[in-house]
């Protein structure tokens, strides 16, 4: 019953957005495209954007210097210095910040109609003309550590920590994102300033907007807002890493009453042709909730965990299908057994015809919740835009989903689901 509702919620926002998620390709005066969807409902502009290269590109023995940049993106530009940037971003409810991901750096700007010039002008000045001063440098390495400092203590990033290592090895993957508590006392704001520089240029540039805006104004506002950047940047030169063939456990000891579990093993990328049978067969083995195999196993029949669950993950190097939950010690090491134990028995039986429709069920029906706001449908078109998915891949995206067979998904399976070639990590104090 709660799933036909569910279902039939779907359907009417989906009935209702319709007319409204049929992007359009805007290029500026100067050649810069971005993808748009206008609503007109309320007056909120959000864009989104994003550059190639994140923070695996940190050099050795700068680790973090790509996160602690970001932190001081909106720490003053121009002639503005921090005080007076922030107070006029808060004064006209302006939302702006970059973020670092692995593989690119993403930006965000989001106002109210009203302020839309004001706030294109301090984002603008804030890509160009980044000032890193020394104060706020300063207060955000102070921030850093103590973050980091916290960090070192939690058992879920320590098993991310160790997971990461030991899947990506040498990789720029593995670098720590926020650096250690010894690089991050090395960066400077000129280690800062250079990278920003020679990173933020329009040749990776995307850009996707959601919102009170229409083609017509949107080109010459891209150009007021990235028209400063550099036409170019230098060539990103990382190398692509398949996760080991060969599975390993590591405990990592920690005093706490629960065992953190972390595991991976090859997946696919998001380019690949079999992606859309992996993401339905990662539907019933974890990516379900409740309705998934490893939940009903691990904690329906035995209680052994309030959650566990899989997950995709695809970067421009690499690609992983990762699986985690909690338990007690006690139970951690039957928590693994009957992690690869799903594993083989999906490898081996595949999935079935019912499990199949509900997962197809579920992936087309839930695609209009995740476009409630300006903000959500601005990170779906980039996301959109850097899988290179074009810019008609909404109106084709159901279809593709309900042609994948359950050959082809038992296939995949039988591909990735191997449990010998699966890393786990523990963290805590397994007692077998």
Not at 87 to 99: E, R
Not at 383 to 394: M, S, T, V
Request: charged residues 20%.
């Amino acid at each position: 019953m709660i799933r036909a509702i569910l279902f039939a919620l779907v359907a009417l926002v989906s009935l209702q957005a319709r007319a409204a998620t049929d992007p359009q390709r805007v290029v500026s005066p100067g050649g810069i495209e971005a993808w748009l969807i206008e609503d007109h409902k309320v007056p909120v502009l959000s864009l989104r954007w994003s550059f190639l290269g994140g923070w695996a590109l940190d050099p050795a023995g700068k680790e973090g210097l790509v996160e602690f940049a970001c932190t001081l993106m909106d720490e003053g530009a121009g002639d503005l210095d921090s005080q007076t940037f922030q107070k006029k971003l808060a004064d006209a409810n302006i939302a702006f910040g970059i973020s670092p991901e692995r593989d690119r750096l993403s930006g965000s700007l989001k106002v109210l109609t009203q302020s839309r010039d004001l706030g294109v002008e301090l984002a603008a000045l804030a890509l160009t003309k980044p000032r890193f001063d020394e104060d706020a440098v300063e207060r955000m390495r102070a921030a850093t550590l103590s973050n980091i400092q916290a960090e070192l203590a939690k058992p879920g990033w320590i098993a991310g920590r160790a997971l990461a290592e030991a899947i990506y090895g040498n990789h720029p993957y593995a670098h720590p994102q926020r650096g250690t508590l010894a690089s991050v006392k090395t960066i400077t704001g000129a280690d800062m300033k250079a990278f920003m520089s020679q990173r933020l240029a329009r040749d990776t540039l995307m850009v996707a907007v959601a919102g009170d805006i229409d083609a017509k104004t949107l080109g010459p506002l891209l150009d007021k807002l990235f028209g400063g950047l550099p036409a170019t940047s230098p060539k990103v030169d990382i190398a692509d890493v398949q996760l080991p063939t060969q599975g390993k456990t590591i405990v990592v000891e920690r005093p706490i009453p629960q065992t953190i579990v972390v595991s991976a093993t090859q997946g696919v990328r998001r380019s690949d042709p079999q992606w859309y049978a992996a993401s339905l067969m990662n539907y019933v083995l974890g990516g379900g909730s409740f309705n998934s195999r490893l939940m009903e196993e691990i904690r329906d029949k035995r209680g052994l965990t309030y959650g566990v669950s899989s997950g995709l993950a695809s970067y421009e190097h690499a690609a992983s299908l990762q699986a985690s939950g909690a338990t007690k010690n006690q139970t951690a090491q039957q928590f693994v057994d009957l992690l690869k134990e799903e594993f083989k028995k999906m490898a081996d039986r595949g999935v079935t015809q019912k499990e199949l429709d509900e997962a197809k069920a579920y992936q087309t029906g839930s695609l209009p919740l995740s476009m409630t706001s300006t903000d959500k449908i601005a990170a779906l078109l980039l996301q959109l835009r850097q899988d290179n998915l074009g810019i008609d891949y909404l109106k084709k995206r159901n279809a593709m989903i309900n042609a994948v067979t359950l050959a082809e998904v038992n296939a995949v399976a039988k591909k990735l689901l191997d449990p010998a070639k699966l890393t786990v990590v523990m963290v805590g104090k397994p007692t077998q």
